[in-house]
């Protein structure tokens, strides 16, 4: 829920002030900057929780740790290069399978019920799914459309 808060409220005080400075609304350019914010939000996440988001990954996978402090750096470069032309599409596309390859990840932790701030299986289940699906969708659509398709 929190990154859909800093992702929506970073997104509109964004059009709010390019639109006080420039005075035009730049949807496109507002949406980047809140998936920026986000993005950066979430990435600080994986350094503060990666024991418990190491759960969430599937036990055959090794270097699970690895995996998540990884994880955080694409996130903090996917925050930049949604702001460097050259290198937006790409970005764009490789977030979006970013969004898709994590997936999974989320899935297993609503079945197993992980909190992956506490580290522990007292986590919501599956009702959190009835929201993360969506809010992942709602990712993808949001950098494709604001990245790939203001183009």
């Given at each position: 829920?929190?990154?859909?808060?800093?992702?929506?409220?970073?997104?509109i005080?964004?059009?709010?002030?390019?639109?006080?400075?420039?005075?035009?609304?730049?949807?496109?350019?507002?949406?980047?900057?809140?998936?920026?914010?986000?993005?950066?939000?979430?990435?600080?996440?994986?350094?503060m929780?990666?024991?418990?988001?190491?759960?969430?990954?599937?036990?055959?996978?090794?270097?699970?740790?690895?995996?998540?402090?990884?994880?955080?750096?694409?996130?903090?470069?996917?925050?930049?290069?949604?702001?460097?032309?050259?290198?937006?599409?790409?970005?764009?596309?490789?977030?979006?399978?970013?969004?898709?390859?994590?997936?999974?990840?989320?899935?297993?932790a609503?079945?197993?019920?992980?909190?992956?701030?506490?580290?522990?299986?007292?986590?919501?289940?599956?009702?959190?799914?009835?929201?993360?699906?969506?809010?992942?969708?709602?990712?993808?659509?949001?950098?494709?459309?604001?990245?790939?398709?203001?183009?």
């Amino acid at each position: 829920m929190k990154p859909l808060i800093i992702l929506c409220a970073i997104s509109i005080l964004s059009l709010l002030s390019i639109r006080m400075v420039l005075g035009k609304y730049d949807f496109a350019f507002s949406a980047r900057i809140g998936m920026s914010a986000m993005l950066l939000f979430t990435a600080l996440g994986h350094f503060m929780f990666t024991n418990g988001m190491a759960m969430m990954i599937p036990n055959f996978v090794p270097f699970k740790k690895e995996i998540i402090y990884f994880t955080a750096i694409i996130e903090i470069l996917a925050a930049i290069g949604l702001h460097i032309s050259y290198i937006r599409p790409l970005t764009a596309w490789l977030l979006i399978l970013f969004f898709l390859m994590i997936l999974p990840t989320n899935i297993k932790a609503c079945i197993e019920h992980i909190n992956y701030q506490k580290g522990t299986y007292d986590g919501n289940g599956l009702m959190y799914l009835w929201f993360r699906i969506p809010l992942q969708i709602l990712f993808i659509a949001w950098v494709y459309i604001s990245s790939l398709q203001s183009q």
